[in-house]
């Protein structure tokens, strides 16, 4: 869908979701304002269509319908957009209306002994109805009246017959019960929606505080655990690979406590994230260089990109018997890029790859968008680069994503 166009929901999720609630409401009024006002269009255009040899001047007749055509697309444009009538819409069409109704007499025909053409009334029924679905009560009820206004204008403007006298007549009954039935009906629903609303709000905090209660315990637990991680981590300073670790189980105590607590497990800061992972990997010849990677990313991307990271620094710590590795990033306001380089034993790339390699640099950063290329060769080290814009996929935004594996 093209930007600017608020998102319409799957008709699975509108059902799952419901369409009782304020946006479902004013979404379901949008539907239903399209599929009238389409159909009130067409018959207009067939009434004309059929009564063209009789019009005093077809010309103005069309430029009428040409008229309330193009505010009826403003209106539905503007809706479909939106999610909701436009009040500013709405007061378009009822002035075309009420021009339209004005100028009427004008195109009908010569004879008075036929019948006027009766399209000007019975599609102004409709944008009565539209008054009253997004106006407040007085407003609505001003527009209504301008509208029969325009109507009654034919009794004094061209002299028709009895029978286009009666027709005139009529069509005040359709007017006021069209925006009548409507304000109710609306009135009625978003009433509803709201107390829903409501309801739903009230559900959701009472969950919250049950999950607070619930997850008191744990949360504390594993606070509590973080903390004797870092003194352990703090006393064993003279052994790496064994701070190494401990920094490591911080960092996933502290990453299963925000999920415990419903917070992102990363901040939107990718060179402040990376930079986290060197305490986990001081038995690593490591050099850090993320400084130009200091622009602001979504935390679920961030989240991945680190962890990709990570993964890649565990199969170093592993596998690569390396002397040195590089950690590389950089992002501007267009894209970003991060590596990770070691001179270690490096790898056939035609053959299998690790769990962590699959799942975790390559599956998890191209479901956001995210574009990985790995060179490696046996006794050639391996390099590792993570790279994309800031187009993302998932609930992040649109993205498309690759995967390149070179030798």
């Given at each position: 869908m093209a930007r600017g166009v608020a998102r319409w929901?799957?008709?699975?999720?509108?059902l799952r979701g419901g369409f009782l609630n304020r946006q479902g409401v004013e979404r379901a009024t949008v539907g239903a304002a399209v599929a009238l006002k389409t159909q009130n269009l067409l018959q207009m255009l067939v009434v004309i269509l059929v009564t063209a040899g009789e019009s005093a001047r077809p010309w103005l007749q069309w430029g009428a319908a040409a008229a309330f055509t193009?505010?009826?697309?403003?209106?539905?444009?503007?809706?479909?957009?939106?999610?909701?009538?436009?009040?500013?819409?709405v007061a378009l069409d009822v002035v075309v209306g009420v021009a339209v109704l004005l100028v009427a007499p004008l195109f009908q025909p010569v004879d008075p002994a036929q019948q006027w053409t009766d399209w000007p009334l019975f599609v102004m029924f409709l944008v009565a109805a539209e008054a009253a679905a997004c106006f407040p009560p007085a407003l609505a009820a001003a527009a209504t009246v301008a509208l029969m206004g325009g109507a009654a204008s034919w009794l004094v403007t061209g002299a028709p017959g009895a029978t286009?006298?009666?027709?005139?007549?009529?069509?005040?009954?359709?007017?006021?019960?069209?925006?009548?039935v409507t304000f109710v009906f609306l009135h009625y629903l978003r009433r509803l929606a709201a107390l829903a609303d409501a309801r739903a709000e009230t559900i959701r905090l009472l969950e919250e505080e049950r999950t607070r209660r619930v997850l008191h315990t744990p949360y504390r637990l594993l606070n509590d655990l973080a903390g004797m991680l870092r003194a352990e981590a703090d006393r064993d300073g003279d052994q790496p690979l064994r701070q190494a670790r401990l920094a490591e189980a911080v960092a996933s105590a502290i990453e299963i406590e925000s999920i415990v607590r419903g917070t992102d497990p990363a901040s939107s800061?990718?060179?402040a994230d990376l930079q986290q992972l060197r305490n986990q990997f001081v038995d690593l010849p490591?050099?850090?260089?993320?400084?130009?990677?200091?622009?602001?990313?979504?935390?679920?991307?961030v989240y991945r990109?680190?962890?990709?990271?990570r993964s890649a620094l565990q199969n170093v710590r592993l596998h690569a018997q390396a002397s040195e590795v590089?950690?590389?990033?950089?992002?501007?306001?267009?894209?970003?890029l991060v590596s990770v380089h070691d001179d270690g034993r490096g790898f056939d790339t035609a053959g299998r790859r690790s769990l962590g390699l699959n799942q975790v640099v390559v599956a998890a950063t191209e479901e956001i968008g995210a574009h990985v290329s790995i060179e490696s060769a046996p006794g050639q080290g391996t390099l590792i680069e993570i790279s994309g814009d800031h187009q993302w996929t998932m609930d992040l935004g649109p993205a498309s994503s690759s995967s390149t594996t070179t030798r």
């Open positions: 929901p799957s008709l699975r999720t509108a193009a505010s009826g697309a403003v209106l539905l444009i503007t809706a479909v957009r939106a999610q909701r009538l436009s009040r500013a819409a286009s006298r009666r027709l005139v007549y009529g069509s005040f009954v359709p007017f006021v019960g069209f925006a009548a800061n990718l060179a490591m050099i850090m260089n993320v400084e130009d990677a200091g622009v602001n990313l979504p935390p679920e991307a990109i680190r962890e990709a990271v590089v950690v590389y990033a950089t992002a501007d306001r267009s894209s970003w």
